[in-house]
DNA sequence: AAACCGTGGTC
DNA sequence: TGACCAAGGTT
């Protein structure tokens, strides 16, 4: 006979082994009677979602360093934030998070709300989000489900329903445990388990304090939890990048549209991205390809990108974007894709 | 409701 | 190289 699943033995674990994180109160701390400031935990949490945590860390510094409230990021202006983020990927998450911003500091007076339905009406805030910051912020006993939680339940259950199905029955799982007393450790505590000992691979069930009531575990099928419908391959698309250098160093580049891919970001003008792109150049010159093109992966398609670059005299007009002046110029405010492009003009 | 939307690490 | 994966949300 298996032993319950209890939120209690997975807290008792947490109290001992829960992750120090930037923008975390720790359960000590808590247990005082400490919350953390839920302008952090909303930031944190917008920059999680469907990212790791080491490439959450410094961006969460530089934001928090840069605005520390939600009144400073509602302050600042669009093109400062999105340079802000470059790299980060997902970019409407930038978007979205300075509209949340500035209806926050405008029509909630500053506060974030602690119900979910409220939360659940700000731009970029889905179930998973608004669970997170209501449960972490403000504990209330609201359920996170994650890809950890899917995954933990998954093997707690031995469920082998695949994902996307399995979500409603895994989500009742959750929601089950989910105690009414420390809500927001447990909500940070089920996802450190996954994150740690609950892995995708490799699981580390002998550390696991839910070894004792986990199905997967007297079944052995743990490792290969949860079933997921198969993914679709990605097509290849071609592109062309057009780099142009003005004499006094200043670069061409371009704001792009904020729908679509990399919207709102920076970039270099180039082809639409295809199997056949045209030729397009945004201003009159002698362009040459370079001998290596860029190549990058984006979530549903993987590009090659053919980079051209020309020397453009001062006095000529682009029909296209702007130049830039060198000294306003940060590769590290353009896109990966576009960075990686302008590293393939700097080396040799 | 299926498709779209980034990136870096790992195996 | 390529497939998989990571604290999802929007349309």
């Known amino acids: 006979m298996r032993e319950p699943v209890r939120a209690i033995d997975l807290l008792d674990w947490y109290d001992r082994h829960a992750r120090a994180l930037p923008w975390r109160v720790g359960p000590a701390a808590r247990k005082a009677g400490l919350r953390p400031d839920p302008y952090r935990v909303w930031l944190s949490e917008i920059m999680l979602q469907q990212t790791t945590v080491p490439a959450v860390k410094s961006y969460f510094l530089d934001f928090t360093t840069r605005w520390p409230t939600v009144q400073d990021l509602a302050a600042a202006p669009d093109e400062e934030v999105m340079a802000a983020w470059a790299g980060l990927g997902y970019y409407a998450r930038a978007r979205n998070l300075l509209k949340c911003a500035r209806l926050i500091a405008g029509d909630f007076g500053g506060q974030f709300p602690t ?17 997170a910051v209501a449960s972490i912020a403000f504990d209330v006993p609201a359920t996170v489900v994650d890809g950890n939680v899917e995954r933990v339940m998954a093997r ?20 089950a445990l989910t105690p009414q007393d420390r809500p927001g450790c447990y909500a940070q505590a089920v996802m450190d388990l996954g994150a740690t000992i609950c892995t995708p691979r490799n699981p580390a069930c002998g550390l696991c304090p839910w070894r004792k009531g986990c199905a997967a575990w007297d079944a052995g099928t743990a490792a290969e ?16 990048a057009y780099l142009a250098r003005r004499v006094d160093g200043a670069w061409l580049l371009e704001r792009r549209p904020d729908k679509g891919l990399l919207g709102g970001m920076l970039g270099w003008p180039g082809s639409d991205w295809n199997d056949a792109p045209k030729e397009d150049p945004p201003i009159r010159a ?47 405010d353009l896109p990966t894709v576009m960075r990686k492009a302008f590293d393939l003009t700097q080396s040799k």
């Open 286 to 332: 002698e362009w040459k390809a370079l001998n290596t093109e860029a190549r990058h992966t984006f979530t549903h398609f993987h590009l090659r990108l053919t980079v051209k670059t020309a020397l453009v005299p001062m006095d000529r007009t682009p029909q296209r974007g702007e130049f830039i002046e060198l000294s306003d110029f940060r590769p590290a």
């Open 156 to 175: 707690v259950h031995d469920e082998h329903t695949p994902l996307p199905t399995a979500k409603a029955i895994l989500t009742d799982y959750a929601a």
């Open 225 to 240: 939890l949860p079933k997921k419908e198969p993914r679709k391959k990605k097509p290849t698309r071609l592109g062309i």
């Open 115 to 131: 119900d979910l339905d409220t939360l659940l009406t700000l731009p970029g805030v889905g179930p998973y989000t608004a669970a």
